[in-house]
C-alpha cells in the first residue's frame, strides 16, 4: 500500500499540483 500511496501522490501531484497532493496525502495517511 506505501508504494502505491507514493504513486498516488506523484499521479496527483503531477495533475493538480502541490496542494491538492497535500490534501491527499494527509487523507490517505
Known amino acids: 500500500m506505501h508504494q ?3 504513486e498516488v501522490i506523484h499521479y496527483i501531484y503531477g495533475k493538480y499540483g ?3 497532493a497535500g490534501l491527499a496525502a494527509s487523507l490517505i495517511t
Request: charged share 50%; no cysteine; glycine share 0%.
Open 4 to 6: 502505491r500511496r507514493e
Open 18 to 20: 502541490p496542494h491538492s
